[in-house]
């Protein structure tokens, strides 16, 4: 039954969701590392993103290169008036954050469903091709998806660990106060750490929706993952992150082809159940020393 | 700041006198009582059964948060409660207070298996696994459909005792349940084993330390919380007439926390007041349809901008300003 086919599927189809659950994760986690919020709002913002370009994309008909980024863009820089207006009253406060950004999904979701009604509709497909490559057929839409993903996290990567900017995130992250002593301006810094996560929620919302379908709702998902992965890998880790969606995306690829969808989500709940037993602090996350 | 310190913001928040706080429960009880009566249309009983329900789930979960545990599996144990009275009725004819009391001691049981597993963890990690925990139960409820009806849930739930059929006597039977469980809470909280759990979420070592078995104190309350709201989930299914896993969700284990929190998770108050609102408000929001939700989520980060501490902290602050003004008048 593990024909040289079915293989294909599923390393593709594991790569792409891998590269979109790393997107949405990496957003997560770093939202929890910089500002401790635990960001309800986040599937939110993914659904934006599938809007925007559904917008973009299938109704102004953008080149397919610029309506991608421009989409996850246009609900970044909506996320920062959030940011103003919302976010930043609850910065370190960790259980009216988690309350205030349920607040915010709410109101997200539901303006979406006043606006746009209940129903799913669809992003037209940017590439139709199947590529064959050694006997195995591969959906060029797959792989495009994966390589947007890979291109923006290389950015991401870079950012965090080549610029200045990247280095007082990364500061603040450990200790706002000893940052802030430091002369980093964390207020600017925040608000570059809530710009990121949300472009790259949007943007893996936009993907999402391409190759699934689009609709109010759709963030419930996203969310759910970004949850899971963010355990796998350590709460606030970032390279936890990136670790936990390839995991998920992979296990998930092989166990839906395999054995369907049902089992997939048993399995993966189920591990991260035990891991959270066995070593709480995730795969790459530190021990909380603070713990009492 | 940390997760295991969640309400220290409420902290302080200066409460009514023993006098005043019983004059509130004469009150409320007073209004549970008579509220039919000033008010006899259906709607409203409906609406007060509503409340008196969830008012369960609220206080069980404010025993567990007073303890410095955040369950988000909560409405995961109201379900397995709900499933299992309504399944030995329908399938096995297991009469009435029997049922009621399965429906109790299940979730409770599953609560002293798992208990010591997985309260050892702390803070967000005890969150987070109970989520997990959560879905997979929802999951499972969906899926065993050959036990569970699936998705589609299970239609004609026979009322919970027999002949009592109208809804004005289910609504005094809730009010009564609900009655007992608060009560048995504030007893809780109010005793010795009140300070222990306080103990036990400041400092857990140090609670050790002091020669409190701590695991089994954690544990012996999360059964209780989770007996508690498995009555919840029995009378929510005979009030329905109907059970389906999507009533036990993890949106609605997040509503229990959200109750508690909008409230002002610091007092049992904080968690009737939460309860209370929480239902009322999308009532009062009725007349704005479409808008219903998006104001709701609005008034919920207004709330939890403006007061840290909940509803509660409005209830403070005015009797400081009292205190204050009793204060210059006899000066």
Redesign the interface.
């Known amino acids: 039954m593990l024909t040289p086919a079915i293989i294909g599927q599923i390393l593709v189809n594991g790569a792409s969701l891998s590269a979109i659950y790393v997107l949405i994760a990496l957003g997560f986690t770093l939202l929890f590392g910089i500002m401790r919020v635990v960001n309800f709002a986040h599937g939110a913002f993914a659904m934006l993103g599938g809007y925007a370009l559904y917008y973009l994309y299938g109704s102004l008909g953008l080149p397919y290169v610029l309506a991608v980024p421009a989409a996850a863009g246009i609900v970044a820089a909506a996320g920062l008036a959030l940011e103003v207006l919302v976010f930043r009253w609850f910065y370190n406060r960790l259980m009216p954050g988690m309350i205030g950004s349920l607040g915010v999904n709410l109101a997200l979701v539901f303006s979406a469903v006043l606006i746009w009604d209940v129903y799913e509709r669809s992003i037209p497909p940017a590439f139709v091709d199947i590529v064959r490559l050694g006997g195995v057929l591969l959906p060029l839409d797959r792989l495009v998806v994966t390589g947007i993903a890979a291109f923006v996290l290389l950015l991401f990567w870079l950012l965090m660990t080549r610029t200045r900017q990247g280095l007082a995130m990364r500061a603040a992250a450990q200790d706002v106060e000893i940052a802030e002593a430091q002369g980093i301006d964390t207020i600017r810094i925040y608000r570059l750490a809530f710009f990121i996560a949300v472009f790259m929620a949007a943007l893996a919302g936009g993907l999402y929706a391409q190759t699934y379908s689009l609709s109010p709702f759709m963030g419930e998902r996203p969310l759910l993952v970004a949850f899971i992965v963010v355990i796998l890998g350590g709460m606030g880790s970032i390279p936890g992150a990136a670790l936990g969606g390839i995991i998920l995306g992979f296990v998930e690829s092989i166990l839906s082809t395999l054995y369907g969808a049902a089992t997939s989500s048993f399995v993966s709940f189920g591990a991260v159940i035990l891991l959270l037993v066995l070593r709480p602090w995730g795969l790459l996350g530190t021990p909380d020393t603070m713990r009492a | ?7 220290a ?1 409420a902290r302080g928040v200066v409460l009514p006198r023993n006098w005043a706080t019983a004059a509130g429960i004469t009150a409320a009880l007073a209004l549970a009582v008579g509220w039919p009566l000033l008010i006899g249309n259906p709607f409203f009983i409906t609406l007060g059964t509503t409340i008196a329900l969830e008012l369960i789930g609220a206080t069980s979960l404010h025993l567990l948060l007073r303890m410095g545990h955040i369950s988000l599996a909560h409405a995961a144990f109201m379900g397995i409660g709900g499933y299992t009275a309504v399944l030995l009725r329908m399938r096995m004819d297991v009469p009435f207070p029997f049922d009621l009391i399965a429906g109790a001691l299940a979730p409770a049981l599953l609560a002293l298996v798992i208990g010591p ?2 309260l ?6 005890f969150a ?2 109970t ?3 959560g ?2 139960v929802r ?1 499972s409820l969906t ?1 065993w459909s050959s036990l569970t009806g699936g998705a589609n849930g299970i239609f004609g739930v026979p009322p919970l005792v027999p002949g009592l059929t109208s809804g004005l006597q289910f609504y005094y039977l809730a009010v009564l349940i609900s009655a007992v469980c608060i009560a048995l809470v504030a007893r809780l909280l109010t005793g010795e084993i009140g300070r222990v759990m306080a103990s036990i979420r ?4 140090l609670a050790a330390c002091s020669g409190i078995p701590v695991v089994r104190v954690k544990v012996t309350v999360f059964a209780i919380a989770s007996a508690m709201v498995g009555m919840q989930g029995v009378l929510h299914a005979h009030h329905l007439h109907y059970i389906d896993p999507s009533a036990f969700t993890s949106v609605q284990s ?1 509503n229990f ?2 109750m508690n ?2 409230g002002g ?1 610091d007092h049992l108050i904080g968690a009737v007041a939460g309860a209370v609102f929480l239902v009322i408000l999308p009532e009062l929001l009725r007349d704005y349809q ?5 104001l ?6 207004i709330v ?2 403006g007061l ?1 501490g909940g509803l509660v902290q409005l209830i403070g602050l005015g009797w400081r300003a009292a205190l204050d003004l009793r204060r210059r008048f006899a000066a």
């Open positions: 700041m940390d997760a295991a310190q969640p309400f913001a597993v997985i050892r963890l702390s803070g967000k990690y987070l696994v989520f997990m925990s879905e997979i999951l899926q400041e400092s857990e070592r997040l926390l959200v929190i909008i998770a479409g808008l219903q939700q998006i709701f989520g609005i008034i919920l980060v939890m901008a840290p």
